[in-house]
């Protein structure tokens, strides 16, 4: 129970976060749709009519939405058909850090030598993160049932609970096969990469289910069968996607029980050599070690790589769907053409550009985070003390790690882009080719003023940074998501990243585009002045 | 002779007595200095000054006449380091740690990496997170030599190694030493600044409490006697002789500490019929814990 209890403590930082996410996306929405939805059957239905448009259009992205007429439908589209995917994540950094981590801080040697058995470690971890999980889905239901109080609407509490359940059993699934993969690996980092682009690849194993029929594919992603749950709809849980859920559960966890009982500690399951058997007393020949800026970049190139072939299957596999999603929608009825005309959807090129460019800058904040992560570690784990042990200038680590984060994105932004090239011309779609290039160019400076400002928190409190920079993230996300629904102010609405990056292929907005940049040129100033004032390590 | 490192009222004060308080202390060029002290003591953390890591909350350090803080990079260029808490470098090679921070310096040599690399028996192929400790610890000591700095600052250098390769570092430290650079380790292992050092400052609680020679440093050793009484010991007279510290009466067996004369001790058993006595000069390790225990170590009758 003492193991049980030290492994939910660890969870503390994610409870936290995750019941204030799942909270304040839940009521914020339900108040949202309070305000224009209307008041009159007519009105909801109407609302509801529009609403289906958008939702078919972002099939790839959240499930297909039904009852938008009521709150319950309207939340079980708008925020349990994507908080889901936020669970997912929250599960994978968790089983990572479990599994590889704690491992190489030290903390599972240290629990092992005090007669923990291995197994009993897993299962305690296991337990934590159960716990947690369920802590931060009872706050998400409180919260709807709060939410639904203030907007005057009503959703039963049954229903809740089985959508929590539902929740449940894909964060536990995730959970497991992050685990397990944990145990393939040698390093949380790698842990992190081959996780995320594995539930990444199930999410859109699902999403494509949305668009054509199930495959046998479709049958291994969990995302699929919780997609088959719609409690709040009044259709309660799917007795046997609910149980394939935590069936994928159980067996990933035995799997990954069964690898940490049989491999080494520090090692993965499957060992290769651990080097050539030639011993050297050399340093390395390749000159791009020693190189300001490719140093960084060529120690990366097997994380950047990854990132760039996964972006690059993201960027094919929305690029491939753009001709069905335009069409389908364009033979619709008037309303519906109006409305791909008012969104700047009417076209191929566009479509790619509004949708593509919007998950783009989604996963290189996602990128530019797990880089603000690995600034703070460098600090934490003595690398920073030793780079400064030569005569480096402190303002030359600064603008070198933004340096070759700007190079890293680019890299992956351009092999993602050549991705969504050949897609669009295997699927005989007229890409504005220089409108491409230029947003994919521009996309860059978000990521700059992202970046700015991870390296600011980085250098200022390295310990927060990483929960700061992703607040950031998130709050430009939902600010560009809610503003237009709220009618808020430009000034509100810009103070969002992803809003002062806009939609360039359709109109660059060049303010919006300098303004970040400023923001990147004041972060990177202020990281020359926090660095240079602050303690290494401390 | 002039100084590699001086220090004027270096202060850094974490707070609740932490940290390093007034610190006053010449190296001259060419010495090698042993820095001692428990843990805790503030070893890291005037180490961690003079590398221009942290900044003083109060006076000042130099180092071949340049500030620590505001010329830190100069400094640097003659300055080869070794931390006390290794860094991490996971997945990265041997190999590819030297060649990264070789590049970053830009005046390390491949031949005095391999020179050094070889003394050590440092296999750079392998993978960091496959070292064990000792090899972690020999990676960082050639990261600290390998540009031939004339200042070599050294925090608890053989933490980790085993004595062969301990041996190996005291031939470097000499080496480095013969070739006219300056070596500055910090250290709570007496044995350690016996086999090189010149000069030993102690510092205790975040302050200085003495620098001295080795010779110095001997001339206040005790000794540890033992003295075994075919009567029973005459613990009052023992008690009596100035100079002693009985630490154990056991039966016959009388156990203490002599610092100073042996006569007034020998004139004090002179009556009694001894068995067997035993004198043995304390190792410096025992000096060294002298100056940290705050009360006397106990007396017969608290054991």
Redesign the interface.
């Known amino acids: 129970m003492t193991l049980v209890r030290l492994a939910l403590r660890f969870q503390r930082t994610g409870v936290i976060a995750m019941s204030a996410l799942g909270a304040i996306g839940v009521i914020v929405n339900a108040l949202g749709f309070a305000q224009i939805v209307g008041d009159s059957p007519a009105d909801r239905a109407a609302f509801a009519a529009q609403m289906e448009l958008l939702g078919k259009q972002l099939s790839y992205l959240l499930p297909v939405p039904s009852r938008l007429d009521t709150l319950a439908g309207y939340l079980e589209w708008r925020w349990f058909g994507s908080v889901g995917l936020l669970f997912s994540f929250w599960a994978l950094v968790s089983a990572t850090g479990a599994g590889r981590g704690d491992e190489e801080r030290g903390f599972v040697e240290t629990w092992l030598a005090s007669s923990v058995g291995r197994l009993r470690y897993v299962a305690a971890r296991v337990a934590g993160f159960a716990l947690a999980a369920a802590l931060a889905l009872a706050a998400l239901a409180i919260a709807t049932w709060i939410g639904a109080q203030l907007a005057k609407e009503a959703i039963a509490v049954g229903p809740l609970v089985l959508e929590s359940v539902s929740l449940f059993g894909l964060a536990l699934a995730s959970y497991a096969i992050a685990l397990f993969i944990a145990q393939l690996v040698t390093t949380r980092r790698g842990a992190l990469g081959v996780g995320g682009v594995v539930l990444l690849a199930l999410y859109f194993v699902d999403a494509a289910a949305r668009v054509s029929d199930p495959s046998l594919l479709t049958r291994l992603s969990p995302f699929w069968y919780q997609e088959q749950n719609r409690p709040l709809l009044g259709e309660g849980l799917d007795p046997a996607a609910t149980l394939a859920m935590f069936a994928f559960a159980l067996v990933f966890i035995v799997l990954a029980a069964v690898a940490f009982e049989r491999r080494d500690l520090g090692s993965p399951l499957v060992r290769g050599r651990t080097s050539s058997g030639q011993r050297i007393t050399r340093p390395a020949r390749n000159p791009l070690w020693r190189l300001p800026v490719l140093a960084p970049i060529w120690q990366q190139r097997v994380w950047i790589a990854g990132w760039a072939a996964g972006l690059a299957v993201v960027a094919y596999f929305i690029v491939s769907l753009t001709k069905t999603i335009v069409d389908s929608m364009a033979s619709g009825p008037p309303l519906m053409r109006l409305y791909l005309e008012r969104a700047g959807l009417s076209g191929y090129s566009a479509f790619v550009g509004v949708i593509w460019f919007s998950i783009l800058i989604l996963l290189l904040s996602l990128y530019t985070v797990a880089q603000v992560a690995g600034w703070s570690a460098d600090d934490a784990e003595g690398r920073l003390a030793t780079i400064l042990s030569a005569p480096v200038p402190r303002a030359r680590v600064v603008l070198e790690r933004i340096a070759a984060l700007l190079l890293g994105c680019a890299l992956v932004v351009a092999v993602s882009s050549v991705a969504a090239y050949f897609a669009a011309t295997g699927q005989a779609i007229d890409l504005d080719v220089p409108g491409f290039a230029l947003a994919s160019a521009l996309i860059l400076t978000v990521v700059f003023a992202l970046g700015a400002a991870g390296h600011l928190l980085a250098a200022w409190r390295p310990r927060v940074a990483v929960i700061a920079i992703s607040a950031i993230a998130v709050w430009s996300y939902f600010l560009q998501q809610l503003a237009p629904l709220f009618g808020w102010p430009d000034v509100v609405k810009n103070a969002s990243l992803y809003a002062l990056y806009g939609t360039p292929m359709s109109e660059v907005n060049w303010a919006g585009i300098t303004t970040l940049v400023g923001i990147g040129i004041v972060g990177t100033v202020s990281s020359l002045w926090a660095m240079q004032t602050r303690d290494v390590g401390a | 002779m002039t100084e590699a490192i001086q220090t004027q009222g270096l202060t850094k004060d974490y707070g609740s007595g932490r940290g390093i308080f007034a610190l006053d202390l010449t190296v001259n060029e060419g010495e090698v200095f042993g820095f001692l002290g428990p843990n805790g003591a503030g070893k890291t953390t005037t180490i961690?000054l003079l590398?221009?890591?942290?900044?003083p909350t109060s006076g000042s350090g130099r180092i071949f006449g340049l500030d620590v803080d505001a010329d830190?990079?100069?400094v640097?260029?003659r300055?080869g380091?070794c931390?006390g808490?290794?860094?991490?470098?996971?997945?990265?090679?041997?190999?590819?740690v030297?060649?990264?921070?070789?590049?970053?310096?830009?005046d390390?040599t491949?031949d005095e990496?391999?020179r050094i690399?070889?003394r050590l028996d440092?296999?750079?192929?392998?993978?960091y997170?496959?070292y064990s400790h000792g090899n972690k610890q020999k990676l960082a000591l050639v990261?600290a030599f390998m540009a031939r700095p004339k200042l070599v600052i050294l925090d608890e250098p053989t933490s980790g190694l085993d004595p062969l390769h301990q041996q190996a570092f005291y031939g470097l430290v000499r080496d480095a030493r013969s070739g006219g650079a300056t070596v500055f380790l910090s250290s709570h292992v007496l044995s350690e600044v016996e086999h090189v050092c010149d000069r030993i400052a102690i510092v205790r609680d975040g302050k200085l409490v003495t620098v001295s020679t080795l010779d110095q440093l001997a001339g206040i050793r005790a000794y540890r006697i033992e003295i075994d009484f075919a009567d029973g010991v005459p613990a009052e007279r023992l008690r009596a002789v100035p100079g002693f510290e009985l630490i154990s009466s056991n039966g016959q067996r009388a156990t203490g500490m002599l610092r100073g004369n042996f006569e007034p001790l020998m004139a004090a058993v002179a009556g009694h019929r001894i068995t067997g006595l035993v004198s043995r000069e304390p190792s410096l390790e025992e000096v060294f814990l002298t100056y940290y225990s705050d009360s006397a170590a106990p007396t017969v009758g608290q054991r």
């Open positions: 961690r590398m221009g890591m942290i900044h830190a990079v100069t640097k260029r300055v380091y931390p808490e290794l860094p991490q470098w996971g997945g990265w090679r041997g190999a590819e030297v060649a990264y921070v070789a590049g970053l310096r830009g390390v491949d990496v391999g690399a070889e440092l296999d750079l192929a392998r993978k997170r496959e990261l």
